[in-house]
């Protein structure tokens, strides 16, 4: 264990990563520890602290489910029952799974849904309904049921339903559910919120170093439920206080009886290969360290990327929020790594990928989509690299600017038959994925962080 504090270390990584601002919090023994560094915008430079907000993209979705579960909790919602039993109007390309897909099918990612819908339906309050009238147009990236494959779609799904059962919009349901139960005085959806307070905003960095403003700030309000909170650290801690407890809030008013919150962190399907964990519970994503469960959800906004994981055995938590990209993703990836191993002595490291097999590459060269991006694997002398892309045709269509590539990666195929790899540089180092063969062994698809892309040559 090193001998550096919180804040020596933070700094130390912040610098090295040149980000323009950061926030950390810890939940330790009873106590909370911040150490937050840099500005909030190098165009409008404010310093950060624990009250600062960031878009927190994909945490979003936690807030999302904990407001169902108390629903589900209420006997209001039940999670095998049919979406449709809640919105009957849906409608999906597939009509067989739009008539069996159920509500635990969208909490755990399993529904078949692609990513997201590429679509702006406005800052009303129909936003939502109008966001699953667009569902219409999304396909099916796997039979229902049969795979976790990550969807935002699915969250913004459950928030409609969310508003059809309260009769509230999505964002008033979780003020009431969650939000003023518990405190959270620093989260919040609507910008006319966000802006009479402190607030980060994204960074991209060009491929000469230079950081530019990311717009837009945020995506419009139909992606709400699946990534449109604004917080603070300090709330985040408050947040992992709650799902580190037994379901009241510190004020002692229950918001999830014992059970349900617990049930959360149950596991409800396998994940292969995946850096987001080894299964998934309800939203949470649950990962073995060094020996010890991890309960966590990540998030990436324009520019913005947060980190929040739990150990729950240890009542221990750990936030780390950034406002630059590409390496707002290996800051947070260094800072939960040194929190765990200096707070709880847990080692968490990537495995080592095998040399390079020519005979294995040339099965996995190629390029690969999905309904937003393309993935496109070469080789590069000895090595494997890929590439992936906001595709030429999305961006053209965007009505506002959409956040920049990343640069290649180089990447290693891991020891086995599993087909599983590691990227080793970049932005992305660290995560894993693998690739999917049809019944007569050609590789067909891969999947990195939960998405699938499949091979179009």
């Known amino acids: 264990m090193s001998h550096i504090t919180l804040t020596d270390f933070v700094e130390t990584t912040f610098k090295k990563f040149n980000i323009p601002g950061v926030a950390v919090g810890v939940w330790l023994d009873g106590k909370e520890i911040y150490a937050c560094h840099g500005v909030t915008s190098v165009d409008n430079p404010l310093p950060i602290d624990q009250n600062t907000l960031f878009a927190l993209g994909s945490i979003t979705k936690s807030f999302t489910a904990t407001t169902l579960m108390c629903l589900v909790a209420e006997g209001k919602v039940e999670l095998n029952a049919p979406v449709r039993r809640y919105i009957p109007e849906l409608q999906l390309k597939d009509t067989q799974a739009a008539d069996k897909v159920t509500v635990l099918n969208l909490l755990n990612h399993t529904s078949g849904l692609d990513w997201r819908v590429n679509a702006d339906t406005g800052e009303g309050d129909d936003a939502l309904e109008r966001y699953v009238a667009k ?48 405190g959270l005085s620093h989260s919040f959806f609507a910008r006319d919120d966000i802006m009479t307070r402190r607030f980060a905003v994204g960074h991209d960095r060009s491929q000469d170093g230079t950081l530019s403003i990311a717009r837009p700030w945020r995506h419009s309000r139909g992606d709400n439920p699946g990534g449109g909170i604004a917080s603070s650290t300090a709330d985040l801690l408050r947040w992992g206080r709650f799902h580190l407890g037994d379901g009241h809030a510190e004020s002692g008013i229950r918001v999830l009886p014992t059970h349900v919150l617990h049930q959360m962190k149950d596991s409800t399907a396998e994940l292969r290969a995946s850096t987001l964990g080894d299964a998934i519970g309800l939203c949470w994503f649950l990962r073995d360290v060094d020996g010890v469960r991890t309960v966590g959800h990540g998030g990436s906004a324009n520019g913005q990327f947060s980190e929040l994981l739990l150990v729950p055995e240890r009542k221990f938590a750990v936030i780390s929020l950034t406002n630059a990209g590409p390496d707002g993703i290996p800051f947070n990836q260094e800072v939960v790594r040194w929190a765990l191993e200096n707070y709880l002595g847990i080692i968490d490291r990537d495995p080592e990928p095998i040399s390079f097999d020519a005979a294995r590459a040339q099965e996995i ?65 660290g995560q894993r994925g693998f690739f999917t063969r049809d019944t007569s062994g050609v590789v067909v698809g891969v999947d990195l962080a939960g998405r699938l892309f499949s091979r179009v040559q």
Do not use: C, H, W
């Open 135 to 182: 569902m219409a147009e999304v396909d099916l990236i796997a039979p229902l049921g049969s795979r976790v494959s990550y969807s935002q779609a699915g969250y913004n799904l459950l928030g409609r339903l969310i508003e059809k059962i309260t009769g509230q919009t999505f964002e008033q349901a979780v003020a009431s559910l969650v939000f003023e139960p518990l």
């Open 365 to 429: 060269v190629g390029n690969y989509e999905n309904e937003m991006m393309t993935f496109t694997i070469d080789t590069v002398g000895a090595g494997l690299r890929l590439e992936v892309l906001i595709k030429p045709e999305i961006r053209a269509a965007a009505n506002q600017e959409l956040p920049q590539d990343y640069a290649p990666f180089a990447f290693g195929l891991l020891a086995g038959s599993k087909d599983e790899y590691i990227i080793t540089d970049g932005a992305l180092k």
